[in-house]
Structure formats: structure tokens, C-alpha cells
């Protein structure tokens, strides 16, 4: 008698997964990737705002700055007010009105040390020049709103009776490096940065040449001819 036997299908292959080791290093990997990225994120964004504040301290807030919503009351002043929009500079052979408008003996003492700086491979720029009351008055309202009282706004800009922006007497200038050449050496032609909190704002004072220049002050609130 024939031995009947049984037919059993081959037995189902069973797929194993891969072993917890290695899914633990793969969860590893994800992580890793995914705090590279978020990283790279940070840094970007620490760039922009960087970026942003070394413009900001180039201009400053009294150069030029146009809130938000200014548009809504009233508009912005104008070249003929001496207004340089934020970020920009123009030259100081420029005919603007805030080129124009400064002070005979400061502009020709600006223009030699222009010329000496050029030779040192800088460009002396105006990021603010003479302004008019109207824009010095603009200025003044919005540095209010900004920091929050008259007493914080007056460390950084003057009333229209009292700022040498409106008199011609003072001058912004940018960019930094423009700035900072100024700063080193423009004693020799009289020009003096005259505030420790604006490294862009510079005075003629023409003893300077002979006597170096005056010691700063702390900031605008501090001088005795920003007092009303």
C-alpha cells in the first residue's frame, strides 16, 4: 500500500525587520538631521537681524527713518527738507538740500577730509545733513512714540530749536567704515564726532586741528546746547 503523504505548502518566509540597533541609529540620524536644519534656521535668521542692526547702526535712528504708517498722517518729508531716506547716502558733492544746507565751513572741511579719505581708499558719505524744522519736528514725534517718552527720544534727537541738524551745523555720515575713518582722523580738518551713542554724527571745531578734539559726550541729552 502506497504511503499517502501529506502536502503541506512550503512554509510562509517571514521578512524580518530591520534590528532594534539599527533602528535605533536611523531614529539617531533623523534627529541629528533634523536639529542640522533647525540650526541652519537660527543661524540664517540671526544673519538677517544682524545684518539689519549694523545698517541701523550706520543710519541711526535719527537719519532718515520712516516709521510705519507714516504715509497715514501726513507723508514723509521731502528733499527739501534735507531728507535721505533710511539706508541711503548721497555724496557730498551732491547739490541736495542736505548737502547744500550745511554750513560753508563745515562743508569745505568735510570736502578735504573727503579728499584725504579717498586717497585711503574710503568714500565720505551723508546719511542726514541739514534738515528743516518741519523734519526735525517729524523726527522728533516719532522718536517719542519709539521710545516711549520725551526724555528717552531727547538722547537721541534734538527739538527744531535746538538741533545743529536744523542749523547746519551738523552731519550724519555713513557707512561705517566711511564713519569710522572720520572718527580716527578727521581732528586734522577740525571735524570731531561729538556723542559717545552716535558713531555718524560729526561738528566742525576748527581748534581741533591744533588741540585734538573735545571729549564726547554721553549722548545729546547730555549737552548743554540740546537744552531748550
Known amino acids: 500500500m502506497n504511503t499517502i503523504t501529506e502536502h503541506r505548502p512550503p512554509a510562509a518566509v517571514v521578512r524580518r525587520g530591520p534590528s532594534r540597533a539599527v533602528r535605533q541609529r536611523r531614529a539617531l540620524a533623523v534627529v541629528v538631521g ?4 533647525a540650526a541652519a534656521g537660527v543661524l540664517a535668521v540671526t544673519a538677517v537681524q544682524q545684518a539689519g542692526s549694523a545698517n541701523a547702526l550706520v543710519q541711526g535712528p535719527t537719519a532718515g527713518t520712516v516709521p510705519a504708517g507714516a504715509e497715514a498722517d501726513g507723508g514723509t518729508p521731502d528733499a527739501s527738507d534735507g531728507y535721505i531716506a533710511d539706508g541711503e547716502t548721497i555724496s557730498l558733492y551732491d547739490g541736495a538740500p542736505a548737502v547744500s544746507g550745511l554750513d560753508p565751513a563745515l562743508r569745505e572741511a568735510l570736502l578735504a577730509a573727503a579728499a584725504a579719505a ?3 581708499g574710503v568714500e565720505l558719505r551723508v546719511a542726514s545733513g541739514w534738515r528743516s524744522p518741519r523734519y526735525q519736528s517729524w523726527l522728533l514725534e516719532r522718536a517719542v512714540q519709539q521710545y516711549g517718552s520725551a526724555e528717552e527720544a ?5 527739538t527744531p530749536e535746538t538741533s545743529l541738524h536744523v542749523k547746519g551745523q551738523a552731519v550724519d555720515i555713513g557707512p561705517f567704515d566711511s564713519s569710522d575713518w572720520l572718527d ?7 571735524l570731531c564726532r561729538t556723542y559717545e551713542n552716535e558713531t555718524w554724527h560729526f561738528e566742525l571745531f576748527p581748534e581741533a586741528v591744533d588741540q585734538g578734539c573735545p571729549q564726547m559726550y554721553a549722548d545729546a541729552a547730555e549737552d548743554p546746547r540740546m537744552q531748550r
Open 154 to 158: 531727547g538722547r537721541w534727537v534734538g
Open 184 to 190: 580716527r582722523k578727521g581732528d586734522a580738518f577740525g
Open 118 to 120: 579717498s586717497d585711503d
Open 34 to 37: 533634523v536639529a542640522a536644519i
